[in-house]
Nanobody, 115 residues
Framework: QVQLVESGGGLVQPGGSLRLSCAAS????????MAWYRQAPGKQRELVAF???????NYADSVKGRFTISRDNAKNTVYLQMNSLKPEDTAVYYC?????????WGQGTQVTVSS
């Protein structure tokens, strides 16, 4: 079955950077849109960014200009480079495959932005 494994989260100071990774297996990775979502405590899960199979990226307004989504089809991995992090970016970050059967999700990785 499809598995998604996120990594790269952690504690970072405001203004810092992190790079999240999501490794996929059990699916023809290159054929699918890949997306990152996040969920902060007490809030609904929200879309952060997605990237098409052709490499076209789209971002939520709140992260535009600070985050970059990319993919390496040879490694079946999608990345989220997060720069100029703010306390309001604190959340659990999840990757998902919106168009795949049963829309699989990873287990999430915690990102905490705090001084």
């Amino acid at each position: 079955q499809v598995q998604l494994v996120e990594s790269g989260g952690g504690l970072v100071q405001p203004g810092g950077s992190l790079r999240l990774s999501c490794a996929a297996s059990g699916i023809i990775f290159r054929s699918y849109v890949m997306a990152w979502y996040r969920q902060a405590p007490g809030k609904q899960r929200e879309l952060v960014a997605f990237i098409t199979s052709g490499g076209i990226a789209n971002y939520a307004d709140s992260v535009k200009g600070r985050f970059t989504i990319s993919r390496d089809n040879a490694k079946n991995t999608v990345y989220l480079q997060m720069n100029s992090l703010k306390p309001e970016d604190t959340a659990v970050y999840y990757c998902t495959i919106p168009g795949a059967p049963a829309q699989p999700w990873g287990q999430g990785t915690q990102v905490t932005v705090s001084s």
